[in-house]
T-cell receptor, first 113, second 117 residues
Framework: GESVGLHLPTLSVQEGDNSIINCAYSNSASDYFIWYKQESGKGPQFIIDIRSNMDKRQGQRVTVLLNKTVKHLSLQIAATQPGDSAVYFCAETPSYTGNQFYFGTGTSLTVIP | GAVVSQHPSWVICKSGTSVKIECRSLDFQATTMFWYRQFPKQSLMLMATSNEGSKATYEQGVEKDKFLINHASLTLSTLTVTSAHPEDSSFYIC?????????????FGPGTRLLVL
């Protein structure tokens, strides 16, 4: 598979602070990226996505930034809450509608009340 | 919203036995389902892509004779771990993609935890 997500696995933040989770990818042909949240013992949940023709996309309290020049992706969570504690994965595919889909290493976010 | 279920949610078996895990899309049709394996504190690794009515496509390094996949209908795919051994203990997660849909329409099941003694 493709190499996605080579960054550190843990992040601790105070409740109310902003969180930034990073992800690197190696395939310059990657076309579509998704951030997922996985709580312990559960399957991944879709958070936000971005196509390669964009460099920023905003959702509710979350923003994804894409830097294609350095093949880097980040997820920003505003006003982090205890319920945001989970493992966050970036995932990448070279085709928006194809059948290859790869997850990064993941980052464990802990929110300190 | 679209829901994917897995059964069982957890299973303990003896070494050498076979275990079948079911993945169902409850309220939509999924021509393509995916099986992932996740070891503790690690990422999800794609094992195989399951297409309804055809043979599954396995990722490099995944033994097709050990991990049998059947996708007999548009709402059901099964993964059978044959002759399971302790190293097969893992969290198995399936996902289903809406027929003709893009990746934002991929929905994940809750996972099945397998422990082989």
């Amino acid at each position: 598979g493709e190499s996605v997500g080579l960054h550190l696995p843990t992040l601790s933040v105070q409740e109310g602070d902003n969180s930034i989770i990073n992800c690197a990818y190696s395939n310059s042909a990657s076309d579509y990226f998704i951030w997922y949240k996985q709580e312990s013992g559960k399957g991944p949940q879709f958070i936000i996505d971005i196509r390669s023709n964009m460099d920023k996309r905003q959702g509710q309290r979350v923003t994804v930034l894409l830097n294609k020049t350095v093949k880097h992706l980040s997820l920003q969570i505003a006003a982090t809450q205890p319920g945001d504690s989970a493992v966050y994965f970036c995932a990448e595919t070279p085709s928006y509608t194809g059948n290859q889909f790869y997850f990064g290493t993941g980052t464990s976010l802990t929110v300190i009340p | 919203g679209a829901v994917v279920s897995q059964h069982p949610s957890w299973v303990i078996c003896k070494s050498g036995t076979s275990v079948k895990i079911e993945c169902r899309s409850l309220d939509f049709q999924a021509t393509t389902m995916f099986w992932y394996r996740q070891f503790p504190k690690q990422s999800l690794m794609l094992m195989a892509t399951s297409n309804e009515g055809s043979k599954a496509t396995y990722e490099q390094g995944v033994e097709k004779d050990k991990f049998l996949i059947n996708h007999a209908s548009l709402t059901l795919s099964t993964l059978t771990v044959t002759s399971a051994h302790p190293e097969d203990s893992s969290f198995y997660i399936c996902s289903a993609k809406l027929a003709g849909g893009s990746w934002e329409t991929q929905y994940f099941g809750p996972g099945t935890r397998l422990l082989v003694l």
